[in-house]
């Protein structure tokens, strides 16, 4: 099944396995139970110097858990006890079947690190969203509590950390941070500076860990104590890839008894300075393969992540690294290149196309009008990715734009 076995032909691949998205694709590889019919455990990681063990798996929440109690259930059975959702998820649909969950089975809700997010960019919409949230979720508080996808550490201003020593004392939030798919390592930086950050979610994966840059800003995380989850793991792009390594590759993790989405969660928890991954699992399939990869003691090799490397510098072009202080600024007007990528991931990468037009949509009808008006060029010259920034940002209004 690898690239020099012929009859692994680029065809059959594609029709067997598809393209890995936001999970993983194939049967598990390992058994999930124990001789005596019990539910494996996947194993846990110190979070930061917050004294927490938390699962190195973490169930996403952008998922409408109200009917999706099942995957809940067995998100726990398997220890899968960190659970990510944000007040925005799936209009509220998360966090309520959360609470739903937590009304059944409230012995439940000790055995869960629970995390909700809010994309407020006020004190008195933070509070709002966070008293919402709690009600929402029939709990009294939350482990930890983030802002949402900050794109610069100025957000993390002396008010903010008012709130949060406020909501701590209040007992509504034990633990406070921030999640970043932008401008990340700069952000981990200045988190690590401050020194009064729990916690960070930040795009991490196989393409942005090995830079100098995150690695000294992963370093510097970790000096401070500050608890690391990595989301976006499996790397997806703006484009879709159909590179021969990719094929390549994955035909050798397949002959190792994984597969390649597998792998990329491995090559992240590799890393032990990252305590838990993030992923979106919305179903039973995924979660099994995801939970069998955590139990996996199956380690890549150097030469497996020396392919992963070789690959992503391959698919470059396909692929925004968020690194938006560098686009943002070449352009006339705001525009949010950033978050236009992410979307146009959502919709090519993960096929997620409900997720992309609802983030798009919530781009000011002003900003969206004029998006496909501006100049890139400027921008696209020093995109470190050499993305056609021009030519995605049409493409993203063609495919997500809603009259
Ligand atoms: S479009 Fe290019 S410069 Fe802008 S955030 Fe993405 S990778 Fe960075």
């Given amino acids: 099944m690898t690239g020099s076995n ?28 124990a001789a005596s019919g019990e539910p494996k455990t996947i194993p846990t990681r110190p979070f ?23 995957l809940l259930k067995q998100a726990v059975n398997w220890g899968v006890t960190y659970w990510d959702t944000a007040h925005s998820y ?34 008195k919409s933070m ?18 509590f983030f802002v949402h996808g900050i794109r610069n550490i100025s957000a993390m201003d002396d008010d903010t950390r008012a709130w949060a020593d406020k909501a701590k004392a209040a007992g509504k939030i034990r633990f406070f941070g921030f999640s970043t798919h932008s401008n990340m ?28 840059e995150m690695r000294r800003a992963v370093d510097a995380c970790v000096r401070a104590g500050i608890g690391l989850t990595a989301m976006k793991t499996q790397g997806g792009g703006q484009v879709r890839t159909d590179s021969e390594t990719e094929l390549r590759l994955a035909g050798r993790f397949l002959q190792k008894g994984f597969t390649d989405a597998q792998a990329k969660l491995k090559a992240v928890w590799q890393n032990p ?20 990869a955590a139990l996996d003691k199956t380690q890549l090799s150097t030469r497996d992540r020396s392919m992963l490397q070789q690959f992503a510098r391959e698919t470059r072009t396909a692929y925004c690294t968020g690194c938006t202080a560098i686009c943002e600024s070449c352009v006339e007007r705001e525009a949010p290149i950033g978050d236009v990528m992410r979307y146009l991931m959502y919709c090519n990468s993960y096929d997620d196309y409900k997720l992309a037009a609802d983030g798009f949509r919530k781009i000011p009808q002003k900003i969206r009008a004029r998006l496909t008006r501006l100049d890139y060029s400027r921008a696209e010259r020093n ?21």
């Fill in 6 to 33: 012929p009859s692994w032909s680029r065809r059959k691949f594609l029709k067997t396995a598809g393209v890995a998205g936001v999970g993983s694709i194939l049967a598990p590889t390992q058994p999930l139970f």
């Fill in 48 to 70: 930061g110097k917050t004294g927490e063990q938390v699962s190195m798996l973490s169930l996403g929440g952008i998922i409408n858990f109200l009917s999706n109690q099942l």
């Fill in 90 to 123: 799936s209009g509220g649909r998360s966090e309520k079947g959360i609470g739903k969950y937590f009304a059944r089975y409230p012995q439940d809700r000790k055995k869960i690190f629970l995390v909700t997010k809010s994309g407020a960019w006020s004190i």
């Fill in 127 to 144: 509070s709002r969203d966070l008293a919402e949230s709690l009600e929402r979720m029939q709990t009294d508080y939350a482990d930890l």
């Fill in 185 to 212: 390592a700069e952000c981990l930086l200045g988190a690590a500076d401050l020194g009064w950050i729990d916690a960070i979610m930040m795009t991490y994966n196989y393409r942005l860990m090995h830079s100098d």
């Fill in 273 to 292: 300075q990252i305590a838990s991954i993030c992923s979106q699992m919305p179903n039973m399939t995924i979660l099994m393969s995801n939970v069998a």
């Fill in 383 to 403: 995109c470190p990715q050499g993305l056609p920034i021009a030519r995605l940002i049409q493409e993203a209004k063609n495919k997500l734009e809603i009259s």
